[in-house]
């Protein structure tokens, strides 16, 4: 007889047999939402990106605005922008250090043995990291009200500031992700990843006009990816010329993406 034991009905499809993007959505999500419990379990994780800018925009502004600018107040509406900005792409490096550490403690060991998308765990965890650009912007902006700062344009254009420079801080991510797949350390990571966003960060517009800057300068502050994200939120936050900032910066998230993401993907199937 051929008849099967045990099947009183049709069989029902597995989490194994559906279709391979939607499985990476489902599992990327189980795992963003693990790795949202795991930051609002350990809050003193992010103590860099509520406290880093709250200190730069005291510092910069009440130590070097009336220097720079004449007046505190005018170089904190210059600045604040561009705080947003660095801080919301320095915030991005947390995330290869932390990868980086749960590497070397065997967590991904674990998610190897589990019948998930290799690339599931990295996905997860770069979506799960958008608490702490939220959480930059928050900062920022409220510490900048506190002091004097005001938005100068619509809420509809400044909701898109923020939404531009969260945007930017994901795709970014990406690198510091490619970066702990290839060295062995969380210090490493940190290192490296300071040594090549501050570079970006000093040599551009966050701090000061990018005019007043060297000519030799210019040529690398005007194709700088930092430069374009600030002007960008300078002009939807205060109504300065956009001019074709905002597509630079939407094409500078698409390279880190599509640069970073498969180099990242490719490094980590490869070490786990």
């Known amino acids: ?49 509520t406290l880093q800018p709250v200190l730069f925009l005291v510092i910069f502004v009440y130590i070097f605005g009336g220097a720079v600018a004449g007046s505190t107040h005018d170089y ?12 919301i792409a320095t915030g991005a490096i947390a995330i290869g250090v932390n990868l980086n550490t749960d590497i070397a403690k065997g967590i991904f060991d674990r998610f190897r043995s589990l019948p998930i998308p290799r690339s599931a765990p990295l996905v997860g965890a770069v979506l799960g990291d958008v608490v702490r650009y939220v959480i930059v912007t928050v900062s920022a902006l409220a ?57 970006l960060s000093f040599a551009s517009n966050v701090f000061v006009s990018a005019d007043t800057l060297p000519g030799w300068m210019r040529t690398f502050v005007d194709v700088n990816p930092m430069t374009h994200l600030v ?40 070490k786990i």
């Open 1 to 49: 007889m051929s008849t099967l034991i045990g099947t009183t009905g049709p069989a029902r499809p597995t989490a194994v047999g559906q279709p391979r993007p939607f499985r990476l959505v489902r599992h990327s999500l189980a795992l963003t939402k693990r790795s949202l419990i795991k930051t609002w379990r350990t809050p003193e994780a992010l103590v860099d990106v």
């Open 76 to 87: 904190l509406q210059f600045l604040l922008p561009g705080i947003l900005a660095q801080t």
């Open 143 to 199: 510490i900048g009200y506190l002091m004097g700062f005001r938005i100068e344009t619509g809420p509809v254009r400044a909701i898109a500031g923020c939404l531009l420079a969260v945007l930017f801080a994901l795709c970014l991510s990406w690198l510091p992700v490619y970066v702990s797949m290839k060295v062995r350390t969380p210090g490493a990571v940190q290192g490296l990843m300071f040594a090549l966003i501050m570079p």
């Open 231 to 270: 002007a960008s939120v300078r002009g939807l936050f205060l109504g300065t010329p956009l001019g074709s900032h905002v597509w630079w910066t939407l094409a500078w998230c698409a390279v880190f993406v599509a640069l970073f993401m498969p180099l990242a993907l490719r490094a980590y199937r490869r």
